[in-house]
C-alpha cells in the first residue's frame, strides 16, 4: 500500500469541530489516522511531510466552475482546469452545464466524466441543467440526470424565468433528492444591463444592472422553497438586499441557501473606472491616494472588461452586505465562479464582452485576506466554506479528515505573502483583474486520493 505521513501541521477539520496540532496518515488512497499517535500507526517505508508551521485541512471544494467542456475547449479543458484548480488548493470542483452542447441528458454527462476520469486531477463533479438547452422553455430530464450521476441542478449563466416551471423543477428536485441552485436575475429588470446601476455607470455611460434584477429573484426563490420544502441554492450573491431576504428566511426554516465570490467582496464598480481599489487585509477601502501608491499596486484602465462579470461588481454598500452575511454564517459557502475567456473575446468594448473571470487560483488567498486576516472569520469558520458546506448541499462524501475517507487533503500556508503572475497561471485563459496582486495566504500542497497532485516550491514545504 502507498502511504504518506503529514507531519508537525496545525490540523483543521471543521467537520469534526477540530483545530490542533496533529499527524495525519494517508494509506492506500484514504485517511488512516489523524492525533499525535498517527505516527506510530505509519509502516516503516512511509513517506513523511514536513508540514510544520502550515495548515492541514480537508481537501477544498469549489461547487461552481466553467471548465467549457464540451464545445468550447478554446476556453478551458477539463485538464487546464483541473490543474488550476489544485494550484488553487482545490481537489472537488463542480462543472456548470453551460457547454456547447449544454449538459442536459446522460449521454452529455457521461462525456464529462469520462473526460474527467481521463484528464482531470481532481474529483470532477457535474451538475445537470433544468431546462432543455438552458433555454428556460422544457425540463430536462431530471430524474434521468441523477441517474446519470449529476450532483445538482442549474441553468447557471442564465435564469428560468417562467415561475410556474420553475416551482416544477423545485420539485423534481425534491423528488429526487437534488439542491436546486439558481443564477439570479430577472430578465425583465436587468434588460441589457452590463454593469451596476449606480453612480458608476451613469458617469462611464454604461447600461445599469439594477440590485433588484438579483433580489426579485432571490425572494422568489425563497417562495418557491416554502412551498415546495426543495433545497434551492442562491449561486454568486452580490446585492445586500438578497443577504437581507435569505437571512429573514434562513431564521424561519426555509431551505434555502447562497454562496459568495471573492470579487464581489473585494471589489466594486467603480475599479471599472479605474477611481477605486480594495487592497489590505484588514479590509478597508484604499482610493487612488499615496497611501495606495505606497503599495505598488498596478493601475487599471477605465473600462477594463477583466472586471465584467455577471452579476456585476456593486456598490461599497453591497460588499460590505456580503461580508456581514458571510461572518453571521447567512451565506455558507464560497466558491470562484470560474469562468474563462479567449483573450480576442475580452478585448472589444465593454458592451460587448462576455461577463466572466477566471478565479480558481487566487480565491483562497482573496478569502483568507478580506475574511480571515481582517479578522472577520476565523481561520476554521473561513475553511468550513470551502469544505463541510459544500459537502453538505451537495450530499458529497467529502470535505472531513474522518478516518476511512477519502484522501483528499490541502496543505495551506495563511501567512505566505506572494504575487499572481500571468505567467504562473495553469488555466488555458487570463481573464483576470487580480494580477499583479500581492497576496497573502497560499495552498501550497494538493492531495487527490493520497497522490500529492501540487507542491509548491518553497521552504515552507518540504517532501
Keep these: 500500500m502507498n502511504s504518506l505521513l503529514l507531519t508537525g501541521g496545525r490540523v483543521i477539520d471543521p467537520a469534526n469541530r477540530l483545530d490542533a496540532p496533529a499527524d495525519v496518515l494517508i494509506s492506500d488512497g484514504k485517511i488512516a489516522a489523524v492525533g499525535n499517535d498517527a505516527a506510530k500507526q505509519a509502516p516503516a517505508n512511509v513517506e513523511r511531510m514536513d508540514v510544520s ?3 492541514v485541512c480537508p481537501g477544498l471544494i469549489d461547487l461552481h466552475v466553467h471548465f467549457r467542456e464540451p464545445g468550447q475547449t478554446a476556453k478551458e479543458t477539463i485538464a487546464t482546469g483541473t490543474a488550476a484548480a489544485v494550484r488553487g488548493g482545490f481537489t472537488s470542483v463542480v462543472c456548470m452545464p453551460n457547454t456547447s452542447p449544454s449538459i442536459d441528458n446522460a449521454a452529455a454527462v457521461a462525456l464529462v466524466h469520462e473526460r474527467a476520469s481521463q484528464h482531470g486531477v481532481v474529483n470532477v463533479f457535474v451538475a445537470g441543467a433544468i431546462t432543455k438547452g438552458i433555454a ?20 447557471d449563466g442564465h435564469c428560468v424565468q417562467n415561475n410556474e416551471l420553475m416551482r416544477r423543477a423545485c420539485e423534481y428536485a425534491k423528488m429526487f433528492d437534488l439542491p436546486l441552485m439558481d443564477h439570479c436575475q430577472d430578465y425583465s429588470l436587468v434588460t441589457t444591463g452590463v454593469m ?3 453612480y458608476w455607470s ?96 498596478p493601475s487599471w484602465p477605465n473600462y477594463d472588461t477583466n472586471f465584467k462579470m455577471n452579476p456585476p461588481l456593486r456598490s461599497a454598500r453591497d460588499r460590505e452586505a456580503i461580508l456581514e452575511g458571510l461572518a453571521d454564517g447567512t451565506i455558507e459557502i464560497l466558491c470562484s465562479d470560474h469562468a474563462p475567456h479567449c483573450g480576442f473575446e475580452k478585448e472589444v468594448e465593454f458592451d460587448y464582452a462576455p461577463f466572466g473571470i477566471t478565479g ?49 487533503v490541502t496543505v495551506i500556508d495563511p501567512e505566505r505573502e506572494w504575487t499572481f503572475e500571468r505567467a504562473d497561471t495553469a488555466s488555458k485563459s487570463f481573464n483576470n483583474p487580480f494580477y499583479g496582486w500581492p497576496l497573502k495566504g497560499k495552498a501550497v500542497a494538493t492531495i487527490v486520493g493520497g497522490k500529492k497532485v501540487w507542491v509548491e516550491q518553497a521552504e515552507a514545504v518540504a517532501v
Design 136 to 155: 428556460g422553455e422544457e425540463l430536462a430530464p431530471i430524474g434521468g440526470l441523477k441517474r446519470a450521476g449529476v450532483v445538482a441542478i442549474t441553468d
Design 196 to 198: 451596476h446601476e449606480g
Design 53 to 55: 508551521g502550515l495548515v
Design 202 to 297: 451613469t458617469a462611464l455611460g454604461l447600461q445599469g444592472w439594477p440590485s433588484a434584477g438579483e433580489e426579485m429573484i432571490v425572494a422568489r426563490n425563497i417562495l418557491l422553497a416554502e412551498l415546495t420544502g426543495a433545497n434551492v441554492h442562491c449561486q454568486h450573491l452580490s446585492a445586500a438586499g438578497s443577504v437581507a431576504l435569505i437571512r429573514a428566511a434562513k431564521k424561519r426554516g426555509v431551505p434555502i441557501s447562497g454562496e459568495a465570490c471573492p470579487h464581489h467582496f473585494t471589489l466594486t464598480d467603480a475599479a471599472i473606472a479605474g477611481s477605486e481599489k480594495f487592497w489590505a487585509t484588514d479590509g478597508k477601502q484604499l482610493t487612488l491616494n499615496s497611501q495606495l501608491s505606497s503599495l505598488n499596486l
Design 360 to 408: 480558481l487560483e487566487v480565491e483562497l488567498a482573496l478569502s483568507l485576506m478580506q475574511l480571515y486576516h481582517a479578522k472577520r472569520l476565523s481561520l476554521a469558520d473561513l475553511i468550513a466554506k470551502y469544505t463541510v458546506a459544500p459537502a453538505r448541499l451537495l450530499r458529497l462524501k467529502k470535505g472531513t479528515l474522518n478516518v476511512g475517507a477519502d484522501a483528499d
